[in-house]
Structures are given as structure tokens and as C-alpha cells.
């Protein structure tokens, strides 16, 4: 089948701002967007995942957009 198109930043807020979703995210508001169990995003983080998506500062913040748009093209993992 044909490969599927790359979700855009653009897309991705459009839609998130329309639900009212904050742009930058605690740890917990960032798990529960892309459907993960908190312990498991912090995990990931510390183990290089989602780099340009988080302030590794206490506590962690999530930068919305860039951490969605992560998720939906599979570099996230």
C-alpha cells in the first residue's frame, strides 16, 4: 500500500488548540495525551527518547506540538 503522509506541526495544532490542550505540559498531562502510563514516558525520556520535546529540568515540561508530532511519525520509540 501506499506509505502514509507525515503528520505536520501545523496539524497538530490546529487540532490540540481546538480541545483547548495546553502547549507546554507536565509529565502527567504529556503521558495522558499520547495514551502512556507516567512512569513509562519518564523512562523513556531518560533513555534518549523524545530529545527536543522535553526540558529535562524538575520538573519535567513537555513541548506539545513537538512531542505529538513525535508520537504520530513513530521516532518516538
Known sequence: GKPSQPISIAEIQCSLDKQGVPVILSL???ASLIK???STLKRKVS???FRGCVS???PLRFW???LV???MNNSGN
Open 28 to 30: 502527567q498531562e504529556a
Open 36 to 38: 502512556l502510563r507516567p
Open 47 to 49: 533513555q534518549g527518547a
Open 56 to 58: 529535562r529540568g524538575k
Open 64 to 66: 506539545r506540538d513537538r
Open 69 to 71: 508530532h513525535r508520537v
